[in-house]
């Protein structure tokens, strides 16, 4: 299993960037997916996930900004970042499950427990500037 992060960038407020994570040993669509944000000096925070059939949830600090995605034929999963802001200056890290995301969680519009994520990419630095 391997998943590899691309996209990262510095962009100014208000800009775009769009993170992509290329899988290998498994197929995407059929475990939970996340993009996950890390801050030096804070705790990992999820971002976004999406289940097998295709349903996102969102961390409320990123709702009606980002949108994540998956290409099953290119078994790659994408984060569009749109009105960044400097908060969302952080290193990214795409994850998998080794099963789907928790349906009570889904149900709920939370994030699936990070500790169900075992597999992990490298990340991809994304800053942004004021």
């Known amino acids: 299993v391997q998943l590899v992060e691309s996209g990262g960038g510095s962009v100014q407020t208000g800009g775009s960037l769009r993170l992509s994570c290329a899988a290998s040993g498994f197929a995407i669509s059929t475990v939970c997916m996340a993009w996950f944000r890390q801050t030096s000096g804070r705790e990992l925070e999820g971002a976004a996930t999406i289940d097998s059939e295709g349903t996102s949830v969102y961390a409320d600090s990123v709702k009606g900004r980002f949108t994540i995605s998956r290409d099953s034929a290119k078994n790659t999963l994408s984060l569009q970042m749109n009105n960044l802001v400097p908060e969302d200056t952080a290193m990214y890290y795409c994850?998998?499950?080794?099963?789907?995301?928790?349906?009570?969680?889904?149900?709920?519009?939370?994030?699936?427990?990070?500790?169900?994520?075992?597999?992990w990419g490298q990340g991809t630095q994304v800053t942004v500037s004021s």
């Open positions: 994850a998998a499950a080794e099963d789907d995301c928790m349906v009570a969680a889904q149900a709920l519009g939370i994030m699936t427990p990070v500790h169900l994520f075992h597999n």
